[in-house]
T-cell receptor
Framework: GENVEQHPSTLSVQEGDSAVIKCTYS??????FPWYKQELGKRPQLIID?????GEKKDQRIAVTLNKTAKHFSLHITETQPEDSAVYFC???????????FGQGTELSVKP | ETGVTQTPRHLVMGMTNKKSLKCEQH?????MYWYKQSAKKPLELMFV???????ENNSVPSRFSPECPNSSHLFLHLHTLQPEDSALYLC??????????????FGEGSWLTVV
């Protein structure tokens, strides 16, 4: 079945450094890739998404890149701040059944 | 506030109890979802409803019974649960299901503990 692999599972960076989280997906029909941020005890919230007809998208300090050939996409956070500390989930939407498949999550810790 | 509200936020129940989780969305969406979030595991899709019709049951045990009376409300009826069912249950909604670019909005979740 469809699968999304996310790495790393934990990531610790110093404030001001960059953080990169990578995901790979198995279903070549996937065409929509959102990223969610979940702070402790709160709901997952969409922070950025990308569609399959675009290779890169940027929103202030966060950016997402997509390589359809390799079936992987990445989240890049620059100039990290302590409030970026959270669990980040990638996901891939497949047209086959319309399911949003989530990665395992990355716990990001930004140390001041 | 994303417009998806869940009640109760916390629930402790015994294995012989029957309880229900409730979800309501005020976004005018037509698709609603139940996800299960356990520690150290990815979000697991349980059920999908599109225009009140169930379109996905991801091999969920029958002790979980969903109900969708209209596009704004979704319930998850629970009975004879097991301790391993303890988790955060997240409700979500989107304009429709099954099409690209439909952002899914999550509720705050219901923390369930089965004792």
């Amino acid at each position: 079945g469809e699968n999304v692999e996310q790495h790393p599972s934990t990531l610790s960076v110093q404030e001001g450094d960059s953080a990169v989280i990578k995901c790979t997906y198995s279903d070549s029909a996937s065409n929509y890739f959102p990223w969610y941020k979940q702070e402790l005890g709160k709901r997952p919230q969409l922070i950025i998404d990308i569609r399959s007809n675009v290779g890169e998208k940027k929103d202030q300090r966060i950016a997402v890149t997509l390589n359809k050939t390799a079936k992987h996409f990445s989240l890049h956070i620059t100039e990290t701040q302590p409030e970026d500390s959270a669990v980040y989930f990638c996901a891939a939407l497949s047209n086959q059944g319309g399911k949003l498949i989530f990665g395992q999550g990355t716990e990001l810790s930004v140390k001041p | 506030e994303t417009g998806v509200t869940q009640t109760p936020r916390h629930l402790v129940m015994g294995m012989t109890n029957k309880k229900s989780l409730k979800c309501e969305q005020h976004l005018g969406h037509n698709a609603m979802y139940w996800y299960k979030q356990s520690a150290k595991k990815p979000l697991e899709l349980m059920f999908v409803y599109n225009f009140k019709e169930q379109t996905e049951n991801n091999s969920v045990p029958s002790r979980f019974s969903p109900e969708c009376p209209n596009s704004s409300h979704l319930f998850l009826h629970l009975h004879t649960l097991q301790p391993e069912d303890s988790a955060l249950y997240l409700c979500a909604s989107s304009p429709t299901s099954g099409f690209s670019g439909n952002t899914i909005y999550f509720g705050e979740g219901s923390w369930l503990t089965v004792v």
